[in-house]
Structure formats: structure tokens, C-alpha cells
């Protein structure tokens, strides 16, 4: 079965013939060029692991949790990850509440496949005793407003809450050394997680099979385009997933000028998420200084 390409708005002949011509003069409606992406907005929660991104009109919001399970008979020593997906029908009146539609299972194989197959994340350290405990990590994503490509803004959302979540350290005890302690952050300081690199996925639209081609889509652009290609990679220039979708044929040329673009677009993002995240941790270590100030520095002046 095709997978579903655009939204379900319903558009007019004018406004798609509209846009159809704006784009086979390199315009957009929204005043972008083909290769310029939307305003990206990353913030933070008050707790760790929660983001929220905002890129153009399209709203996201992601969340990391974990907990201790089993590991899987196959891997032993490796901890898991899991993405789970949210369409509200606040967000797009397309999205029906209950279970999952087509477009959020493709929306979380995708990150999940930008993420898992390039071992962002290294599992191996999650595992607290082999064979029997290990860290189940979570990504919720939350879409709060579909404002078109969905993929990219969710992914940096992901991305964000897992650089910025910490899980409790644990420790071994006991006469046989197999008791679990698992420390409160008032104990021990919790842990972050080991991310090896960024997978980043930059996505485009297909309107024609050789020239037309733009990058992150609108919702309109989304309603009329006949074909869309997702690239995740990360700054080491690495292809971690590609992601085809619709009908349409795309030349070798165009896939590989995607590449060259792409490969420009998530050194940007990958510095943009990471200034983010370091200003983040300044204001959460301010924070803690001024609820823990010290001695000297708590006593008043006589």
C-alpha cells in the first residue's frame, strides 16, 4: 500500500495551480527559497528530557523516560529504545484519535531508523546486569500542531529530550554483588546518555521528476507535492536512513544534489540543537547554585 503523502486539506484549483507556478519559479508562497529552511525554535522544559521545537508553523513536543527491564535474549548486555507517537486531532483534523494512523507508524519508523541502525545511542551502556536488567529508554513525541514536515521537526524534538535527560545511576551490593541500588538524584548525581553523533533527518518535497524540488515542505506545499525524500545524516557527512515516498520518479542528479544539501542543512541544525542544549545545562546549573548556595555565600553582612 502507497503511504499516504500529503494532508488532508482540502485546497482549491486556484491555489493549487497558484503554487504550482510560484515553485516552477523557484518562489514559495511562504517568500522562501527551494533550499531555505523554516524558523527553528528550540526550548526546554523544567524537567530533564523534555523539549519542545517549533519549525515554521509545525509544533512538537518530545519526552524521555526510562525504566529497568529484562534485555532481550539476543542482547543481553544492550539496553532498548523505543519511539512512540501522538497525533492529536487538535493538531491536524486528518488525525484521529485511538490507534495510531499510517502517517504516525511511517513518522516513527523513520526517527526510529535515523537513530537505532546508525547506533546513536550506545546501548551497550544502559545495561546495568547482564542478562537480567537493563535501561528501556522511551521518546514520546507529541504533534501539537502540523504545520507540514513533521518528520524533521519531530526528530530534532527526540533528539533534544535525549541529550537532555539523565537517568538515576545505579549500583551492585550485597554478598553475591547482585543487589540493586538504584540512587535518588539527591544521592548521586543521575547519568546522561551516551550519544555518539546526531543522526539529523532533512526532508523534500517532489512536485516534478527532474527540477522541482523543495526543502522542509509546508502543509500547503504538502498538499499538492507528488513525491517526498527524507535524508537522515549526521556531520560526518554519514547516510544513516533514506526515506522514499509517492509516486514520482526523482533523477540521479536531483537525489544527489538532496545530498549535497542535506549534508549543509544538518551541520546547521546539529549546531543549532547543541548551543541549545549547552544553554540549557548553564540555566539548570545556575538554578541548583542558587538553591544550594554555599556558606559563605548564604551568610548576610553584619
Avoid at 76 to 88: K, V
Amino acid at each position: 500500500m502507497e503511504q499516504r503523502l500529503a494532508n488532508s486539506w482540502n485546497m482549491t484549483v486556484n491555489e493549487k495551480n497558484f503554487i504550482e507556478t510560484a515553485l516552477l519559479s523557484d518562489l514559495r508562497v511562504d517568500g522562501r527559497r527551494p533550499f531555505d529552511y523554516r524558523r527553528l525554535t528550540i526550548k526546554f522544559g523544567r524537567e530533564d528530557g523534555s523539549s519542545e521545537v517549533q519549525l515554521g508553523q509545525t509544533h512538537v513536543m518530545g519526552f524521555v523516560t526510562a525504566q529497568l527491564v529484562q534485555p532481550y535474549k539476543d542482547r543481553p548486555n544492550e539496553g532498548s529504545l523505543a519511539i512512540y507517537t501522538e497525533f492529536s486531532p487538535m493538531a491536524d483534523s486528518s488525525f484521529e484519535t485511538g490507534r495510531p494512523g499510517e502517517s504516525a507508524v511511517e513518522l516513527g519508523r523513520i526517527i526510529d531508523r535515523g537513530l537505532r541502525e546508525s547506533r546513536a545511542i550506545d546501548t551497550e551502556s544502559l545495561c546495568v546486569l547482564a542478562g537480567k536488567l537493563v535501561w528501556s529508554i522511551r521518546i514520546d513525541l507529541h504533534i501539537l500542531d502540523n504545520g507540514g514536515n513533521l518528520v524533521d521537526a519531530a526528530n530534532i524534538a527526540a533528539l533534544a529530550a535525549l541529550l537532555t535527560f539523565r537517568r538515576p545511576e545505579c549500583s551492585l551490593g550485597g554478598e553475591d554483588g547482585q543487589e540493586l541500588t538504584v540512587h535518588p538524584p539527591e544521592v548521586r548525581e543521575p547519568l546522561p546518555l551516551i550519544v555518539h553523533h546526531l543522526p539529523i533527518a532533512v526532508t523534500f518535497a517532489f512536485f516534478t521528476a527532474d527540477t522541482v524540488v523543495v526543502i522542509d515542505p509546508s502543509h500547503s506545499e504538502e498538499a499538492i507535492m507528488k513525491g517526498r525524500m527524507t535524508v537522515t545524516l549526521n556531520t560526518n557527512g554519514d547516510i544513516c536512513a533514506i526515506q522514499k515516498g509517492g509516486g514520482v520518479g526523482v533523477m540521479h542528479n536531483v537525489v544527489m544534489q538532496c545530498l549535497r544539501v542535506a549534508s549543509v542543512k544538518s551541520a546547521d541544525i546539529t549546531t543549532k540543537i547543541k548551543e541549545a542544549v549547552e544553554s540549557y545545562n548553564t540555566e539548570k546549573a545556575y538554578r541548583k547554585v542558587k538553591r544550594h548556595p554555599s556558606s559563605a555565600g548564604g551568610q548576610t553582612e553584619r
